[in-house]
């Protein structure tokens, strides 16, 4: 069975401190994909990015950057130099590569809560 | 482009009374999802549709839930009738066959009284 892990339930920082949420996941496919998602107050779960098992190069996005290690099942996401407007609860997913390519079945973590303090 | 598209962004019944979601996924996407949040959760899959085919609704509380996806576009979420347990937010998400994301819509938040 699938599983996503997200051990820090909330964490709280300073503005412009940079902060790693941790991902750990558990899966027997070697085909798969990874997400994270952004929920803001407002409720929308915006996605930040997908990354399939076959890709463990890095990804930088702005302040956002994103590490996949295989090695061991973490896809841990770090904000660089944390703005307010980065407080939000983060998920991670995890899905199996359904028969059709795009058609997945998400898994989510319990999420992260996270306020960047002024 | 539009996003995902769901109504009513909220609602408030009696239990035993009736409710339903609408959907919108975005324009061209096969695939369409309905997801429930419980408070303080992450999203749980209630049904998957490729197009008008419900492929996974293995989650889905046959007795008092329904969905349909007529056309293989928007998609229609029910319960009837509603328990105190259903208050959650109820999610709608869309991807495209061939696509490189799930995309939610704003969650319809149930609360029954």
């Known amino acids: 069975a699938q599983k996503v892990t997200q051990a820090q339930t909330e964490i709280s920082v300073v503005e412009k401190e940079d902060v790693t949420l941790d991902c750990v996941y558990e899966?027997?496919?070697?085909?798969?994909?990874l997400f994270w998602y952004k929920q803001p107050p407002s409720g929308e779960l915006v996605f930040l990015i997908r990354?399939?098992?076959?890709?463990?190069q890095n990804e930088i996005s702005g302040r956002y950057s994103w590490n996949f290690q295989k090695s061991t099942s973490s896809f841990n996401f770090t904000i660089t130099a944390s703005q307010v407007v980065d407080s939000a609860v983060y998920f991670c997913?995890?899905?199996?590569?359904?028969?059709?390519?795009?058609?997945?079945?998400?898994?989510f973590g319990q999420g992260t809560r996270l306020t960047i303090n002024p | 482009e539009a996003g995902v598209v769901q109504s009513p962004r909220y609602k408030i019944i009696e239990k035993k009374q009736p409710v339903a979601f609408w959907c919108n996924p975005i324009?061209?996407?096969?695939?369409l999802y309905w997801y429930l949040q419980n408070l303080g959760q992450g999203p749980e899959l209630l049904i998957r549709?490729?197009?008008?085919?419900?492929?996974?609704d293995s989650q889905l509380p046959k007795d008092r839930f329904s969905a349909e996806r007529l056309k293989g576009v928007d998609s229609t979420l029910k319960i009837q009738p509603a328990e105190l347990g259903d208050s959650a937010v109820y999610l709608c998400?869309?991807?495209?066959?061939?696509?490189?994301?799930?995309?939610f819509g704003e969650g319809s938040r149930l609360t029954v009284l």
């Open positions: 998400a869309s991807s495209f066959v061939a696509g490189s994301g799930v995309f």
């Open positions: 899966t027997r496919d070697t085909t798969y994909y």
């Open positions: 990354r399939n098992s076959f890709d463990e």
């Open positions: 997913a995890l899905s199996e590569a359904g028969g059709i390519q795009g058609a997945q079945k998400l898994v």
């Open positions: 324009s061209g996407h096969n695939t």
């Open positions: 549709y490729e197009n008008e085919e419900a492929v996974d």
